[in-house]
């Protein structure tokens, strides 16, 4: 059974830098193609996809996509022996309060067939 | 501003049947068999109901289904239920470089 679940600060400061952890179980991260992703709802909004990191085994590395939006202010990584994808965004602002989401992407596609429960994140002073 | 253009609501009465369009461009929807749909209900996360255009993953019920003509995809809902009620986002593989675009989201509403 694959989950995910996402944890971290509830509240940022405006400029802070936000650190939220997914751990998941059920699956394993070094699988060829399996990624895992991140989404946020800000209230009322629509889903914004944010960053992606999967297993590439013809480049024997982990790949990793970005919102162009949000690129330089984003990172994704894993570590595979806690079985954790972390997403890093700088210089927090209060419109990206939203709720964000943790996600799973099967191994060749390109959609999101497992989400975590979603954790909402305000930005205020 | 949302990649992929959809109506910002529909509705429809019990048992009728209803489509929610998603509208891009080549570079997405039109150019790759790759379209996704998920259906959010208030306070929940999404859930995907569709996946590479037209199919369904285990467990969802076959009133939902969809399809594609060019740029545009399509999800329809037939014998409306109460419990469709719900928003709805489509999304799309968009290339290497960005790889996913989400559209604005259709609120769906059973009269």
């Known amino acids: 059974q694959i989950t995910l679940k996402e944890s971290g600060p509830t509240l940022v400061r405006p400029t802070q830098t936000l650190t939220l952890t997914c751990t998941v179980s059920?699956?394993?991260?070094?699988?060829?193609?399996?990624?895992v992703g991140w989404i946020r709802q800000p209230p009322g909004k629509a889903l914004e996809w944010l960053a992606l990191v999967y297993w590439d085994d013809d480049e024997v590395d982990d790949d990793e996509r970005y919102s162009p939006s949000l690129k330089n202010r984003v990172t994704i990584t894993k570590d595979t022996s806690k079985y954790q994808v972390v997403l890093t965004m700088t210089n927090m602002d209060p419109v990206d309060t939203a709720t964000y989401y943790c996600v799973h992407r099967r191994a060749g596609g390109w959609y999101f067939d497992y989400w975590g429960q979603g954790t909402l994140v305000t930005v205020s002073s | 501003q949302s990649a992929l253009a959809q109506p910002a609501s529909v509705s429809g009465s019990p048992g009728q049947s209803i489509t929610i369009s998603c509208t891009g461009t080549s570079s997405d929807v039109g150019g790759y068999y790759l379209v996704s749909w998920y259906q959010q209900h208030p306070g929940k996360a999404p859930k995907l109901m569709i996946y590479d255009d037209s199919k369904r993953p285990s467990g969802i019920s076959d009133r939902f289904s969809g399809s594609k003509s060019g740029n545009t995809a399509s999800l329809t809902i037939s014998g409306l239920q109460a419990e469709d009620e719900a928003d709805y986002y489509c999304?799309?593989?968009?290339?290497?470089?960005?790889?996913?675009?989400f559209g604005g989201g259709t609120k769906l509403t059973v009269l």
């Open positions: 059920g699956f394993s991260l070094t699988t060829s193609g399996v990624g």
């Open positions: 999304c799309s593989y968009a290339g290497s470089v960005t790889p996913v675009v």
